[in-house]
């Protein structure tokens, strides 16, 4: 199994010259969760070449640079200064165009962070480059000449922050907004609604649209932080297979630890905004805060939720929706004790960090008046019997060629019984999320 990793991510290191279908990782069985995003970003790589087509991506003038090839790191944040808001691609391009003249705002967040280049001559940690045509531009003040724009990176990587803002969720719980603070302004990437009292993620929500359909390939992994939202608690070492071990030995006896925990059955730090829901890589490493995360069990994070993400964002990306996306999670999932009562599983004591039920994503365009729900329940040791008494509404998306555009196999408990739901429906059962418009029905 090492070596078959190996091979696939050394694979995945020439995948732009030769594009290569590796083993989906649904097929893998990984004994971490490290191991499968790692996995992931090379798959996903492989997957994304196999649709992408820049074959029509010809400028009459103005500046055209690459997502893959134009944007090296450390990155630093890059806003478009007419907007003050992030750089975007030009629609499923893969291509950020700019106009001759045109500016960007370049940012190396944090304390000492500089911007770096080779022909730099001030030391600066916020400035604005301008267009000047192809892959160059210049700097007034910090930068010599026209110069590559891919040569522009940091002297460390950008910092991102959390901050609880005064805004209120569902049932009163906190709001905490992610992204990167610019010139005093926060610019977020998405917000968490958080219950500080269970330590448990209710959901997060972000926008999602055509421009997100191709990301920056080979971005570096963060350390997942804490910040000040778990106080008292290591909630890093609560996600450790140790934990998870004398957790299931307390809940359900020792003599169930090895039939629950196993060398890949193992609760994993399960994203919610996934990393590559972002272009580039600032935003890919602000989705690495456990306000951004819930106990999943691995091969549900590595089956039908990651077809989901997959699946989903690409088929944004050609449709040209314009969604809202509320990702969450649901319930309280159970495991059989030694004298087979069912007992509610949480990472740590008083009821704190529960394992949830459901996972689900709510997706709603406004424009068009239509938005889905997609539910996966969060537990491979169901029967599918089991799984079917839990599933809450009628499956739209089963035997609905309007949405063969999913690869999941629903069915599968242990990678995650799946279904979805009108949104009417699920805020039926769960009611995150607003009462949204959907007069002209499900967005497939």
């Not at 808001?85 to 370049?106: D, H, K, M, Q, W």
């Not at 993620?201 to 778990?230: C, E, H, K």
């Not at 555009?405 to 995150?432: E, K, L």
């Amino acid at each position: 199994m090492f070596r078959l990793i190996a091979l696939t991510l050394v694979v995945a290191v020439t995948v732009i010259a030769l594009p290569s279908r590796l083993p989906n990782p649904t097929d893998i069985a990984f004994t971490s969760d490290d191991q499968f995003e790692d996995y992931l970003d090379a798959w996903l790589t492989t997957e994304q070449l196999q649709w992408f087509n820049q074959s029509s991506t010809s400028l009459r003038s103005g500046c055209s640079l690459r997502i893959n090839g134009d944007f090296g790191q450390p990155q630093p944040v890059f806003l478009h200064r007419s907007r003050s808001t992030f750089l975007t691609p030009s629609s499923n391009s893969g291509l950020v165009r700019l106009n001759v003249g045109e500016e960007i705002i370049i940012s190396c967040t944090g304390a000492n962070r500089l911007i770096r280049h080779p022909n730099v001559v001030s030391n600066v940690h916020t400035a604005t480059a301008r267009c000047v045509n192809n892959n160059l531009v210049s700097g007034a003040g910090w930068l010599s000449g026209n110069q590559a724009f891919g040569q522009i990176t940091c002297s460390s990587h950008a910092v991102f922050e959390a901050q609880q803002t005064n805004q209120r969720c569902f049932n009163n719980n906190v709001v905490i907004r992610v992204g990167f603070i610019v010139n005093n302004v926060f610019h977020v990437h998405y917000w968490s609604c958080f219950n500080p009292t269970r330590m448990e993620v209710l959901y997060v929500w972000y926008n999602q649209d055509d421009t997100n359909g191709i990301f920056q390939s080979g971005v570096d992994r963060p350390s997942w932080l804490a910040g000040p939202f778990f106080p008292g608690v290591n909630i890093n070492t609560i996600y450790t297979q140790n934990n998870q071990r004398q957790v299931i030995a307390n809940l359900l006896g020792s003599n169930m630890v090895d039939r629950y925990i196993t060398s890949n059955q193992f609760l994993a730090r399960g994203h919610l905004a996934a990393k590559t829901d972002y272009v580039f890589a600032t935003g890919q490493r602000s989705t690495f805060y456990f306000i951004n995360a819930a106990p999943q069990w691995q091969p549900f994070n590595a089956g039908n939720w990651m077809s989901l993400e997959a699946n989903l964002r690409r088929r944004i990306a050609a449709a040209r929706y314009n969604t809202v996306i509320y990702t969450g999670t649901f319930g309280v999932t159970q495991l059989r004790n030694s004298a087979g009562r069912l007992v509610d599983i949480h990472l740590h004591s008083n009821n704190r960090v529960p394992v949830p039920q459901y996972f689900y994503k709510v997706v709603y365009d406004a424009s068009r008046r239509q938005g889905t729900a997609y539910i996966s329940i969060n537990n491979p040791y169901y029967t599918l019997a089991e799984a079917r008494q839990l599933q809450f509404c009628t499956d739209r998306c089963r035997n609905n060629a309007a949405f063969n555009w999913i690869n999941w196999q629903p069915d599968r408990v242990d990678i995650g019984y799946s279904f979805c739901c009108t949104i009417p429906d699920f805020r039926r059962r769960i009611a995150h999320v607003p009462n949204f418009n959907v007069a002209n029905g499900l967005l497939s």
